[in-house]
């Protein structure tokens, strides 16, 4: 048989999927892994793309997405963010974040590039980076409080540098940036010839605070690329819209990759982000108050059983550290499912760095939250009397 590429043999199911994809030999099972928003895409939105099939064409957009919703991109940054994209060449809609994010990557690496990213980290850029024959260099925020600093950064950066790649609020930690935080990593971005990829996808479910996009930064544009979509802030996942900003003159290079590897977004749910970002950018606050709620529930139960966490300001996750019952989080969470039926993501899979760590996602209902935590604790409890 012949043979796939050779990088394939260093990409793996990702953790998050290993464990999803357990839950179902346990049926009394809770399955915190999860990594998208328990709420349904509301009304409205699900309205609108069942008009645009009906009276609408449906046949290709423009490769960057139908013209009214960049647009409404367009404003939509401009109101929130004081950002200046131009809906025609600074506007890129795509089959969800994710293919923002390979579109990005594949754009600008050339073999042998490195990619900064402060981790833990979101697992789905790596892969991407290695394909593209670029080189992942992840950097340990464990012991800036998941922070990426300044010095983090510029430590760093060499001239193999391409980019910095930024995720937050981050996924796994919930861990969000204030202005100042912002504005300190900012100033190293001025002095260094590498682009900044931002994945802002959980932009909208900050929790505390303001969400400091780097689209905000006007003097740095020509090496800001955002990545954002509504998939978690609308509760639209499986609708597959994603969008890309920055500069034209690299914009251009991001589109040519998109153009070949999907043409256009779905046009049923390009109709239905129009809605979303034009009539209903209220859904992200009512969802973010029940994340809140749940939130705290799931802080002071975990700090009550004695865990070190970090409290989320954003996302929907929670990052405890388990190092004090072994170092190995894959161990953990395998023998966490096997004993007590509750599912969560192994630290490890957010790169070595998240090692010593579990994820718990709280886009769940409350009673499964309670439920989850009792079973933890009840595991836990095992382990100290061993
Ligand atoms: C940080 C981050 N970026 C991107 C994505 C992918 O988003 P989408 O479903 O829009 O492709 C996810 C999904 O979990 C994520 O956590």
Redesign the pocket.
């Known amino acids: 048989m012949p043979k796939a590429n050779r990088k394939m043999k260093d990409i793996e199911v990702p953790g ?1 999927r290993q464990f999803a994809n357990r839950v179902d030999e346990f049926p009394d099972c809770v399955d915190l892994t999860l ?2 928003p328990d709420f349904e895409t509301p009304g409205p939105i699900k309205e609108a793309s069942i008009d645009a099939i009906r009276t609408k064409s449906m046949k290709y957009s423009h490769n960057t997405g139908l013209f009214e919703l960049r647009e409404a991109i367009s404003d939509y940054y401009k109101k929130k963010y004081g950002a200046d994209y131009d809906p025609n060449g600074e506007v890129l809609v ?8 390979d579109g990005v990557l594949r754009a600008i690496l050339d073999p042998g590039d490195e990619v900064i990213i402060p981790a833990p ?2 697992l ?1 850029y790596e892969p991407i980076i290695e394909l593209s024959g670029g080189v992942t260099k992840f950097v340990d925020m464990t012991d800036t409080g998941l922070i990426a600093t300044p010095e983090l950064i510029e430590d760093n950066i060499t001239e193999k540098t391409k980019a910095v790649l930024l ?1 937050y609020p ?2 796994p930690t919930g861990v969000t940036y204030t202005k100042e935080q912002m504005d300190a990593l900012v100033e190293v971005f001025r002095r260094h010839d590498v682009f900044i990829i931002t ?1 802002e ?2 932009g909208e479910n900050t929790l505390e605070g303001d969400h400091i996009s780097l689209a905000m930064y006007k003097d740095i544009k020509e090496k800001v690329l955002v ?1 954002n ?4 802030s609308h509760g ?2 499986g609708w ?3 969008y890309v900003t920055g500069h034209r003159k690299i914009m251009e290079e991001v589109t040519a990759v998109h153009l070949y590897n999907t043409i256009c977004a779905s046009i049923p749910s390009q109709y239905a982000a129009i809605e979303a970002l034009r009539n209903q950018l209220h859904i992200p606050k009512e969802m973010n108050a029940e994340y809140i709620r749940r939130r705290d529930y799931i802080y002071d139960r975990l700090v009550g059983m004695g865990l070190e966490v970090k409290k989320p300001t954003g ?1 929907f996750y929670i990052f405890p550290s388990v190092e004090k019952y072994g170092k190995d989080s894959f161990k953990f969470c395998t023998n966490l499912l096997e004993t007590v039926q509750l599912a969560v993501v192994p630290g490890r899979s957010f790169s070595e760095f998240g090692e010593g760590h579990i994820r718990l996602s709280f886009a769940c209902s409350m009673k499964e939250l309670e439920e989850a935590a009792d079973r933890l604790e009840k595991y836990i409890n095992i382990l100290e009397t061993k």
């Open positions: 998050t990594g998208q795509t089959v969800g974040g994710s293919e923002g994010i980290t979101y789905g995720n981050t996924n994945d996808i959980y990545i979509g509504l998939s978690k639209m996942t597959r819209i994603g996302a």
